[in-house]
């Protein structure tokens, strides 16, 4: 069964502490994205990697760091310098050098972190 | 670079009803367009996407989109809305045309009333 998969589904962290997200896809998608996703807001990308062991800061990199090291694994962490990170964050995949600009992302069910 | 704006950030419609989501591109070129879809607390789920091949588009659950460039919109209709519709919805391009980030509008919340 083909897709992408996130964990944990809710996430709780205390302030000062770094915290990793997991993504996995088995669909053999080259790129990978992350999403922070705030109420009301669409989504703001944050890291995206089109190739094992190279990433790219995206919007709001600030705060955060992954690695690529294997093809179907982006994980994400949430470090403290984040200022505000209780959100939505989404993990994304696409095929990018079959296909270029404009191809389908196909995202992960999502990871909801909770700072208390 | 690409923007995407989505006209209404609320519908509400009567199940039965027809819907019409609204969302507006700025770029020059003809580029390839998504909606996607959100239920609360999941990922985006692709409803359709636009390629060029076709103006008109159909999509998964009955949804279809409408590509017209001398408008620069990509409107979303469905005849009729089911309680199963009421969700979030994003329309989606790429950043720019040589640009593998995409360009989120801010979203459309679905009411389906009973």
């Known amino acids: ?116 | 670079a690409q923007s995407v704006t989505q006209l209404d950030s609320h519908v509400s419609v009567s199940e039965g009803t027809p819907v019409l989501l609204r969302c507006n591109y700025s770029s020059s070129y003809s580029p390839s367009l998504f909606w996607y879809v959100q239920h609360p607390n999941k990922g985006l789920q692709l409803l359709l996407k636009y390629t060029s091949a076709a103006t008109l588009v159909k999509g998964i659950n009955g949804f279809e989109a409408e590509f017209k460039k001398s408008e620069t919109s990509f409107h979303l209709t469905k005849p009729s809305a089911h309680m199963s519709d009421a969700a979030e919805y994003f329309c989606v391009a790429p950043f720019s045309s040589n640009d593998y980030k995409l360009s989120f509008g801010a979203g459309t919340t679905v009411t389906v009333r009973a």
Not at chain 1, 57 to 70: F, H, L, P, T
């Open chain 1, 1 to 116: 069964d083909g897709g992408i998969t996130q964990s944990p589904k809710y996430l709780f962290r205390k302030e000062g502490q770094n915290v990793t997200l997991s993504c996995e896809q088995n669909l053999n998608h080259d790129a990978m994205y992350w999403y922070r996703q705030d109420p009301g807001q669409g989504l703001r990308l944050i890291y995206y990697s089109q190739i094992v062991n190279d990433f790219q800061k995206g919007d709001i990199a600030e705060g955060y760091s992954v690695s690529r090291e294997k093809k179907e694994s982006f994980p994400l962490t949430v470090t403290s310098a984040q200022k505000n990170p209780t959100a939505f964050y989404l993990c994304a995949s696409s095929i990018e050098k079959a296909g270029g600009p404009g191809d389908t992302q196909y995202f992960g069910p999502g990871t909801r972190l909770t700072v208390l």
